[in-house]
T-cell receptor, first 112, second 114 residues
Framework: GNSVTQMEGPVTLSEEAFLTINCTYT??????LFWYVQYPGEGLQLLLK?????DKGSNKGFEATYRKETTSFHLEKGSVQVSDSAVYFC???????????FGQGTRLTINP | DTAVSQTPKYLVTQMGNDKSIKCEQN?????MYWYKQDSKKFLKIMFS???????INETVPNRFSPKSPDKAHLNLHINSLELGDSAVYFC?????????????FGDGTRLSIL
C-alpha cells in the first residue's frame, strides 16, 4: 500500500538552528510529494511540493528534494525562526488518485 | 476572499445528537474532500467528491453522510454522534489532475462530544 513515515516529534530547537524533519514513503505508483504546515488553530497550508525524482521544492527558506533511490523527502531549513513553530506533515499523492496520504505529523517548537 | 471556508469553527454537542458541518470553496475547483484529524494529529481522508459525485469513501461509518449540492459545496452530516467522533474535521479542495495538484484546506471544525 501507500504510506508516509515521518520522524517522531516533538522537535525543539533554538532560533537560527538548522532543521531537518525526515520523511520516507512507500508507494505503489509514481507519487507527487508534499509538505504541509499547520500553525496553531489553523488549517493546513501547502509549504512545498515535488512531482518527480530529483525535483527540489522550496518555499520560505524550506527545501526538500525528492529522492527516489531512498524513497525520501526530508524537509530542511538552514536557520529557523520562532514563527516556524507548527506541525509539519509530509504527504504523497499517487498519479491518477485523488486522496492525499499523510504522515503522522511532526510538531516543531522554536525557542528564542 | 477566503478560499475554503468551513462552518462552524467549533461544535460542542451531546452524544446521540445529529449535526452538520458546511464547506464552501471559491477557487473554482472541481474536487472536494473531508479529512478527519484525531487527537494525535493524524489526518485521514474520509470522502472525496468530484463534480458532485462521490469518488472516495474510506470505510467511514454510514452515520456520516456527505452531500454536495454543487461543486463549490460539500457538507458533512453526522447522525447519532459518538464519543469517538470527537476530532477536527477539515474540508479541502483541488483541481483534478495528474496527482501534482495541491489541496487547499479550510481552517477546520473542532467537534467535541460530551
Amino acid at each position: 500500500g501507500n504510506s508516509v513515515t515521518q520522524m517522531e516529534g516533538p522537535v525543539t530547537l533554538s532560533e537560527e538552528a538548522f532543521l531537518t524533519i525526515n520523511c520516507t514513503y512507500t508507494a505503489t505508483g509514481y507519487p507527487s510529494l508534499f509538505w504541509y504546515v499547520q500553525y496553531p488553530g489553523e488549517g493546513l497550508q501547502l509549504l512545498l511540493k515535488a512531482t518527480k525524482a530529483d525535483d527540489k521544492g522550496s518555499n520560505k527558506g524550506f527545501e526538500a528534494t525528492y529522492r527516489k533511490e531512498t524513497t525520501s523527502f526530508h524537509l530542511e531549513k538552514g536557520s529557523v525562526q520562532v514563527s516556524d513553530s507548527a506541525v509539519y506533515f509530509c504527504a504523497l499523492r499517487i498519479q491518477g488518485a485523488q486522496k492525499l496520504v499523510f504522515g503522522q505529523g511532526t510538531r516543531l517548537t522554536i525557542n528564542p | 476572499d477566503t478560499a475554503v471556508s468551513q462552518t462552524p469553527k467549533y461544535l460542542v454537542t451531546q452524544m446521540g445528537n445529529d449535526k452538520s458541518i458546511k464547506c464552501e470553496q471559491n477557487l473554482g475547483h472541481d474536487t472536494m474532500y473531508w479529512y478527519k484529524q484525531d487527537s494525535k494529529k493524524f489526518l485521514k481522508i474520509m470522502f472525496s467528491y468530484n463534480n458532485k459525485e462521490l469518488i472516495i469513501n474510506e470505510t467511514v461509518p454510514n452515520r456520516f453522510s456527505p452531500k454536495s449540492p454543487d461543486k463549490a459545496h460539500l457538507n458533512l452530516h453526522i447522525n447519532s454522534l459518538e464519543l469517538g467522533d470527537s476530532a477536527v474535521y477539515f474540508c479541502a479542495s483541488s483541481q483534478v489532475g495528474g496527482g501534482d495538484q495541491p489541496q487547499h484546506f479550510g481552517d477546520g471544525t473542532r467537534l467535541s462530544i460530551l
